[in-house]
């Protein structure tokens, strides 16, 4: 539940990724691969679809001190 505050998906979190915007559908997927905490995440364009506040909230994220 913490992710999905974090990642703004309070309001999509019962409604079917197929439907939700491409922004929404990025944060998710984000999301999703910090589930498992790992130590490193490789991502291959992680702000594309993403809007100004989305990209600050991830970039504030990617702190390591962020992560806990």
């Avoid at 999905?4 to 309001?11: G, P, T, V």
């Avoid at 922004?23 to 364009?45: H, S, Y």
């Avoid at 600050?56 to 702190?63: A, T, V």
């Amino acid at each position: 539940n913490s992710l999905i505050a974090k990642f703004q998906l309070d309001s999509v979190s019962n409604i079917k990724a197929q439907v939700i915007s491409g922004g929404q559908k990025k944060r998710l997927v984000i999301a999703l691969a910090l589930l498992g905490k790992p130590k490193l995440l490789l991502m291959d364009e992680p702000f594309a679809a993403l809007d100004l506040f989305s990209i600050k909230m991830m970039g504030n994220y990617s702190k390591p001190s962020d992560r806990k």
